[in-house]
């Protein structure tokens, strides 16, 4: 009985651990994966992205999807709101090929770009308007922004592929 017992306060700590691990990681600016993005070698026209002059976001989102529509309305809001920085919705079952090139492994996904179209950070999980400033922040220096940098000042409108088709 007591093995038992331990086992499962065993079991109950590691999934607190887990949970509180997983909490973390939602919407935190990351360092980019390695690839074409990271590197500058998309042609992200062929996808229907306009790179903004100063910050592009695009966001992978799925229709079925309710953290990518928050986290679409926040990233627009910033869009909106800041000259030279624009923000693309792309539907992950439109592109898949492109999913798996860079490595989106959940919904909503958002890559960070330079004006030169290269990934400079990676946000997955539902991003909070503080992320999505870090994540401009990170934009504008070209590199990952740490946690708690307040906003610079910086974007432009969101298409949504409801537009694009239309």
Do not use: K
Not at 73 to 88: C, D, I, K, M
């Amino acid at each position: 009985m007591t093995v038992q017992l331990a086992t499962l306060g065993a079991l109950l700590v590691l999934t607190a651990a887990i949970g509180l691990w997983w909490s973390a990681r939602q919407g935190a600016v990351r360092a980019p994966a390695r690839g074409a993005a990271a590197e500058g070698g998309l042609d992200w026209a062929e996808y229907g992205v306009a790179l903004g002059s100063r910050t592009t976001f695009v966001q992978f989102s799925a229709e079925v999807c309710a953290p990518c529509r928050a986290t679409a309305r926040v990233l627009g809001e910033l869009a909106s709101a800041h000259p030279g920085v624009t923000h693309r919705e792309l539907d992950v079952d439109e592109n898949l090929g492109l999913v798996r090139e860079l490595s989106v492994l959940r919904t909503p996904t958002v890559l960070v770009l330079d004006p030169s179209g290269r990934e400079v950070a990676r946000l997955s999980g539902a991003v909070s308007r503080t992320q999505a400033r870090e994540a401009l922040a990170a934009g504008e220096r070209g590199a990952p922004a740490p946690h708690g940098v307040p906003e610079p000042g910086v974007a432009n409108h969101t298409v949504t592929n409801n537009e694009r088709r239309a």
